[in-house]
């Protein structure tokens, strides 16, 4: 990773003219804006149709630039260039289709969970209806591109309030001991479990989603530990399920990546069946588990 000034990258190529505009407002904080732009990961993931793959070459607090893969089989070389005091960066194509473009966009904080954007696609002259068609090919991705993004900003928002309110909550619970104790939730009857799955539950300000596989019965949190993407409505595919944001991968049986980059699920609950009493049921901090709510 290395530093470099904004500011030395910040130059409009002058051989470039404006084709098209975008302008819109964005149902998100400017924070949550940064964040967005920052993150390079999600490309592939939340916006397959334009990526199939990134690696990155280089980044830092000036932004970023990677590698990468697109339909059809073409690479490129893009780099995002930002000025957050000015609130403003640029997206260029450094190689492949489009190489030399530039995407300047601009940033305006209207309120707390509301910012305005302009974005300015720029390409080097052309005859007129090429640049038409090109800047209106644009502004069709890019609605695309931020409504996804928007979509994705709303979902962490609204997971880091939730998070913050369920720790607000147990913060008045006494301190527990230094043996973690076995708190078992009711799930219904077996019949009406069954009829449920997969389903969510919550515990604590903190959800599962319980699943069947192979004839096991198992939960797993609805958050991915890393943005706290959501992982409650994703398949379980071989007993791993993949974040829909950034494509992070979990064996849902321990938690564990399945993917080498490290992180692992939070602790979930054993999924118990009794026979006897025709209840199924949640159990928390049990060996056989991976640990407490």
């Known amino acids: 990773?290395?530093?470099?000034?904004?500011?030395?990258?910040?130059?409009?190529?002058?051989?470039?003219?404006?084709?098209?505009?975008?302008?819109?407002?964005?149902?998100?904080?400017?924070?949550?804006?940064?964040?967005?732009?920052?993150?390079?990961?999600?490309?592939?993931?939340?916006?397959?149709?334009?990526?199939?793959?990134?690696?990155?070459?280089?980044?830092?607090?000036?932004?970023?630039?990677?590698?990468?893969?697109?339909?059809g089989g073409q690479e490129g070389k893009i780099e995002l260039i930002a000025d957050r005091p000015a609130r403003h960066y640029v997206a260029r194509t450094l190689e492949g289709a489009g190489a030399s473009n530039e995407t300047w966009t601009s940033l305006d904080p209207i309120s707390e969970y509301r910012t305005?954007?302009?974005?300015?696609?720029?390409?080097?002259?052309?005859?007129?209806?090429?640049?038409?068609?090109?800047?209106?090919g644009m502004i069709g991705l890019y609605t695309l591109l931020w409504d996804q993004d928007e979509e994705m900003m709303q979902g962490r928002t609204q997971a880091l309030a939730s998070r913050e309110e369920a720790r607000a909550a147990r913060k008045g619970q006494p301190q527990s001991g230094p043996t973690v104790s076995i708190e078992t939730v009711a799930l219904g009857s077996i019949e009406v479990f069954r009829s449920r799955l997969p389903f969510v539950f919550e515990v604590d300000g903190r959800s599962y989603c319980v699943t069947e596989l192979e004839g096991e019965f198992v939960a797993f949190p609805t958050e991915c530990p890393h943005l706290l993407g959501p992982l409650a409505d994703c398949a379980v595919k071989d007993g791993v399920i993949a974040c829909p944001w950034h494509g992070y991968e979990f064996d849902v049986r321990s938690g564990k990546s399945t993917d080498g980059r490290s992180l692992r699920l939070r602790s979930a609950p054993r999924i118990e069946i009794d026979e006897v009493a025709d209840r199924a049921y949640a159990r928390f901090g049990s060996k056989e588990g991976y640990g407490s709510p």
Not at 1 to 30: F, G, Q
Not at 122 to 135: I, K, M, N, V, W
């Open 116 to 136: 305005g954007i302009r974005v300015e696609f720029c390409s080097r002259p052309t005859e007129a209806d090429a640049l038409r068609q090109f800047g209106k």
């Open 1 to 71: 990773m290395t530093e470099k000034n904004p500011s030395d990258s910040l130059v409009r190529n002058p051989e470039l003219v404006v084709a098209a505009v975008y302008e819109r407002v964005i149902e998100a904080s400017l924070e949550r804006v940064w964040e967005n732009v920052y993150d390079w990961e999600h490309l592939p993931y939340l916006h397959s149709e334009a990526f199939t793959g990134i690696t990155l070459v280089d980044s830092g607090s000036w932004g970023w630039r990677a590698e990468v893969g697109m339909p």
